[in-house]
């Protein structure tokens, strides 16, 4: 669509996103039904880096802190927790320093030790053989070198979520993939066959522009800034009959 809308580098669109996901692991913070703000923008080819990717990470959390200011200012009961600042970490730099925890501990630990990271490179493999998190390889640049000699583009926004103790996502985003990386992370990936596509056909023909994107999850910003324990109680979804019971006992009403 920017491609269609001609849309000029630094503008772009945004969708408010409804989507079902039936194979979704339900837990406090999983559900079956999906609200994001997914949101697109176009880039010049050199502007193609982490320095925007930061610049963009900081400008959504500033949002999202100020938001969060005023929820107290409305219900003062409601104390902020965000930090000021997000903190810039790279999936490398998690694995060298907790080499015996696995992902999502590494997550916990240093958003419990920052109250909001930006962990970069997600999708490619890391210094252990293995991939931080999975990433489709037509989606987001997880393969491209930075000048820090590590590889990715692309990452997550997470907080300290005191409530359930756990590291929080709140948003995924990145510089997308050019025909370049959507190459190489095809083969990578052992999924070349994509590159008939329609979508990957026009990438590789140089039909679309660069670009980066992003979604922000709605009811889990709602959980964050509410303080709430389970994801029901900011959504209608369907639950198991065990987990709503669970929360009956623990005096959580979902929807």
């Not at 408010?16 to 039936?22: E, L």
């Not at 630990?109 to 210094?127: P, Q, W």
């Not at 190489?184 to 023909?205: G, I, P």
Request: aromatic share 8%; proline share 5%; hydrophobic share 35%.
């Amino acid at each position: 669509m920017l491609s269609e809308y001609q849309i000029p580098a630094g503008k772009g669109i945004y969708a408010d996103m409804n989507a079902v996901r039936p194979d979704e692991t339900l837990s406090n913070i999983h559900s079956l039904y999906v609200d994001q703000w997914d949101w697109e923008r176009t880039v010049d080819a050199a502007g193609r880096n982490v320095k925007l990717l930061k610049q963009i990470v900081e400008r959504v959390y500033s949002v999202i802190k100020r938001t969060e200011k005023y929820v107290h200012h409305l219900y003062s009961r409601i104390e902020p927790i965000l930090p000021d600042t997000i903190t810039f970490l790279h999936s490398e730099d998690l694995a060298e320093r907790y080499p015996d925890l696995s992902p999502k501990e590494r997550e916990k630990r240093v958003c419990k030790e920052h109250g909001a990271v930006f962990i970069i490179g997600i999708g490619g493999e890391i210094e252990n053989g293995r991939p931080h998190d999975g990433r489709a390889p037509d989606y987001d640049d997880w393969s491209t070198p930075t000048l820090n000699g590590y590889k990715g583009l692309n990452g997550d926004i997470l907080v300290y979520y005191p409530v359930l103790d756990i590291a929080l996502e709140l948003s995924s985003m990145g510089i997308r993939v050019n025909a370049e990386s959507l190459k190489r992370q095809l083969d990578l990936s052992d999924a070349t066959e994509r590159e008939s596509f329609y979508f990957h056909q026009k990438l590789l023909s140089g039909e679309l522009p660069d670009s980066i994107g992003g979604g922000i999850g709605q009811s889990r910003l709602c959980m964050l800034f509410l303080r709430k324990a389970h994801i029901g109680e900011i959504q209608s979804s369907l639950w198991p009959e065990d987990m709503i019971e669970e929360c009956r006992r623990n005096n959580i009403l979902i929807l």
